[in-house]
């Protein structure tokens, strides 16, 4: 696990996405991107998202496509009930 103390994010005229202290990439698609940092949970809403580059060794992260919001999300475990809710979604 990344043990990276800093943690920044710029996004340039709402097109390109630099964020650092990026721990894991949870999931991705088109319109969204959720991400687990060194400050907790982040999701990345927008419409036609791509991932250019990801160095999970740095903690570093840039992507592409048009940014409508950055979103913190608290919770505990650090995303890890996220995917428990998750699974009992696909399982019903």
């Given at each position: 696990m990344n043990e990276q103390v800093g943690h920044s994010a710029a996004i340039y005229g709402r097109k390109q996405l630099i964020m650092e202290g990026v721990q894991h990439v949870d999931s991705f698609n088109e319109s969204e991107i959720t991400l687990e940092t060194n400050m907790g949970m982040v999701i990345l809403k927008g419409?036609?998202?791509h991932i250019t580059q990801l160095n999970l060794e740095?903690?570093?992260?840039e992507a592409e496509g048009f940014f409508a919001s950055l979103q913190y999300v608290e919770g505990k475990g650090k995303g890890k009930g996220k995917g428990k809710r998750l699974l009992g979604r696909i399982l019903k």
């Open positions: 419409e036609g998202l740095t903690g570093s992260i």
